[in-house]
Every structure is written in C-alpha cells, then in structure tokens.
C-alpha cells in the first residue's frame, strides 16, 4: 500500500513528463491544468478531440484539483472556514495561514467590513459599493453557507474539478494504466554531466536494447518474475540485471552534447531474438515440480469430474442427455484451463539505452 507522500511522487512525476501545467502544489494536493496529451489520457472525450482534430481550433483542456491526504485537507478547510473567537471589540479577526487549494483569509479590512475574499463589489444605486456585497450571488451563496470562496481562475470548459487521488482510487489506476501504455517504449541517453559538455573530446555512447520481461507460471496457482534483460548491439554481450546498471546513472531523453553514438553490428531485430533466446534457455534451467504437481491435481479433478457424470450420462432421455453432455464438456474444460500447467512471457517495457563505453 503507498502512503499519501509516495503517490504524490508518481502522480507529479506523470504530470511533469506529460507537461501539465502546475496553478497550485502543497504536501496535500496540486491543482494542475492538464496538457493536451494528459487531456486524452485522462478524461476519455473521444468526440471532443476528434472535433479538435477536425476543425484545427485551439483545445480546451480540463483542470483538477488532485487531493492527496482528504482528511487532513478537509480538516484544514474547515479551520479555516470557522470564524475566529470574538476579541472584546466584536470584530471578527481571520484565522491565519493559508490553505491549501487557494483558500486563504482576507484582509482584516475585508473581514471587519463582511465582505468576501477576491469578491468584486456590486455597484449600488448611486455608484456606492456597500460593504460585503458581492457582484457574483453564486460566489456569494458559496461563502455564506460553506464559508469558502474558490480563489483560482476557472480554467478550461466549466469549474476545477476536485478528486480524491489515494492508493487503490480510480484515477490513480487511471494514470498508472497511461504511464504503462505511453512508457513501453524508450530511447534514453546517460547525462555525461558538466565536465563532459566543456571538454574538447566527444565520449563514445554504447547502444543498448534492453527489454523487461514478466514471466507467468499459472496453474491453480500463479507465480510471476520480472527479468529485465539487455543485449549490447555493438558487441552482442547480454546483461540479465541491467537494472543495476542503470541505478547508478542519470539519463535523460535528449541527445546530449558532445557525445557520439557507436555503429551498431547487431540489428534490433537481431538484438530481440537473442534476449529471447537467452530467457528461454534460462526458463528451461527452471525447477518444474510444480508443473508435475499441477498435473496430478488436474488428473485428481477430471477422474472426479467423470464418476460424478459418469451415471448422469446413462440418460435415455435424447434432449437431457445432450444437454448434461454439453455441461459435462464445459466442467472438464474450466478444470482443465484452472489447473493445466502455463507459462506466459510478455514484454512490460522496452527502449534503447545509450550508455558511456567503459
């Protein structure tokens, strides 16, 4: 389970890489103006971007207020929107310190005279503004039954929406599952640093093709691993932690300057079918006793399955008996797919690495 803080780190990560726009960030919450890219990630409007597309008119784009931690935001909300105690004059002082979200307090003046933070004053018979009159009445019903007033700009088509983003809530699978799907393929650079970019010699980059792969054994039971493997296409040498190269570097998306890259000998299609060779002969290395296992359980199942149908057959009944046939077939197939031995490999994430020679 991710903790509050963690997800705030995967969600700014998204948004940073998707070039959102950032209006406000605190500990518990970001209120972000979504990039067109994040725009048609997040907010499933087919028909409204295939208008964008067909007319060529400037998109409009949605904006959230993402909410990290509810309860604690909640409850400074409230803080703020209870008025403070009396002092012996009778004004009424406002509580300090500002809330995340945009909530804020007014000016002692404002709040002596009644009126609404960030309020325009309605103009009176005369031209006089009385105080605490407010030229927008839904603002002003807002403030006087919540005792909140937005302060951000509405931006996009309609209000900034709030959403609660914890672990397990919808929009976080949400931009997880966009992540995943704009993730799967990279083409990423070592940062050479500073020293690097000012000397007068270009350094020589090695072209990587690494692939991460998530094997599935099934039976009655699942197991999964991860193997994320790389194959050098310039010497063809194979790396099977290539995370552990990679944790120590600074990478970047752009082609830095003052590097060069090294001529490929090995095609990426060559480079593939060499990782696949290289985690099959390592998948037939593997200990299958759970495979054998399996195997005498689904036998165990299927000779059960036939003594039980195995009177209900004798049916002389024509129509009965094609139909207890039809059921027979389909429970031996479920036994069958629940507890066959398989094992499936799929690719989660694959990209070019170019990494200093060394």
Known sequence: MLTPVEV??????????????ILESSP????????????????????????????????ETL????????????????????????????AVRPAAGPLPGGIGTAGAADAEAGAEPGA???????????????????????????????????????????EDVTYGSKRLRQIWSAARDEGKCLQLFEDPGLRQRTTL??????????????VEMTCDLKREEMHFIAVSLTSGLIVPDFEARLASRELTPRLPENIHIQPSELSVTAGADRLEGY????????????????RERLRL??????????????????????????????????????????????????????????
């Open 201 to 214: 010699f270009s350094a020589a980059y090695e072209p990587w093709l690494a692939v991460c792969y998530k």
């Open 8 to 21: 705030r780190k995967q969600v700014m990560d998204y948004l940073e890489a998707t070039e959102c726009t």
């Open 120 to 162: 325009a004053p309605a103009a009176a018979p005369g031209g006089v503004v009385p105080p605490g009159v407010s030229a927008d009445p839904e603002d002003s019903i807002l403030a006087r039954y919540f005792g909140i007033v937005p302060q951000l700009p509405r931006i996009g088509p309609g209000m900034i929406r709030r």
């Open 301 to 358: 199942e299927l000779s059960i399955v036939d003594i039980y149908y195995e009177e209900l057959l004798k049916e002389q009944d024509e129509e009965k008996r094609l139909g207890i046939e039809e059921q027979y077939n389909r429970r031996r197939k479920e036994t069958t797919w629940q507890y066959e031995p398989q094992i499936a490999v799929s690719a989660v994430t694959y990209g070019l690495f170019h990494l200093r020679s060394t």
């Open 63 to 90: 904006s959230f207020s993402f909410v990290f931690d509810p309860e604690k935001y909640d409850e400074l909300a409230a803080q703020a929107a209870a008025p403070a105690a009396l002092p012996r004059g009778g």
């Open 279 to 294: 985690l099959t002969s390592k998948l037939a290395l593997l200990d299958y006793t759970w495979a054998e296992e399996a």
């Open 28 to 59: 518990l919450h970001v209120t972000v103006k979504l990039s067109p890219r994040a725009d048609r990630m997040l907010t499933d409007r087919p028909y409204y971007w295939g208008f964008v597309e067909r007319t060529g008119v400037d998109p």
